[in-house]
């Protein structure tokens, strides 16, 4: 079955893009049979949104990753900064933005770093500490909640930031 957009929702019942999405979105303004028309629409055709049109439409990045990484043994950070930012690069337009941080070499300045770099408000954070339970606890320094270490945590908690260690 081919994709179908808000576009072809409206088409089929006759009713605006706006009151698609006003429905799609659980917004006010339309009325309840409305609603549940599109809704049933949607639901038969498998609608799925379409991420990427959504970033265009909003302009500004959805998704803030930090990405904190010494500058010491630089032949094998370089490469992991590399391929970090390479593969973000790739998902630009669906929202994707890396915000790198940079620290002079693992055990110092890492956890000032990470503090800066946590302020920024990242959603998730790719971190390498030397000094893990010290330089992981910036994010508690700037009064947020730490961040959870894996998915299954991440899962557990049902919302929040995600942290990921490479060390």
Same mark, same amino acid.
């Given at each position: 079955m081919k994709r179908i957009g808000i576009q072809e929702i409206a088409r089929l019942a006759s009713v605006s893009i706006g009151?698609? +999405?006003r429905a799609l979105h659980g917004r006010k303004e339309i009325s !309840? +049979?409305?609603?549940?028309?599109i809704l049933q629409i949607a639901r038969e055709h498998k609608y799925r949104p379409n991420f990427a049109a959504r *970033?265009?439409?909003v302009g500004k990045a959805t998704i803030r990753i930090g990405l904190c990484l010494p500058r010491e043994v630089h032949y094998f950070f370089d490469e992991v900064r590399e391929g970090f930012l390479t593969? *973000? /690069?790739r998902y630009r337009d669906l929202g994707v933005e890396v915000i790198y941080r940079p620290f002079e070499r693992l055990g110092v300045g890492e956890r000032e770093t990470m503090a800066e770099l946590v302020r920024g408000r990242p959603q998730a954070l790719a971190i390498c500490p030397g000094q893990p339970r010290e330089?992981? *606890? *910036? +994010?508690q320094s700037c009064g947020r909640a730490p961040y959870p270490r894996d998915l299954r !945590? $991440?899962? /557990?908690?049902? $919302?929040?930031p995600l942290c990921s260690s490479l060390g």
């Open positions: 009151t698609v +999405d !309840e +049979d409305t609603r549940k028309r *970033a265009l439409s593969e *973000a /690069r330089s992981c *606890a *910036a +994010d !945590e $991440h899962r /557990r908690s049902g $919302h929040g």
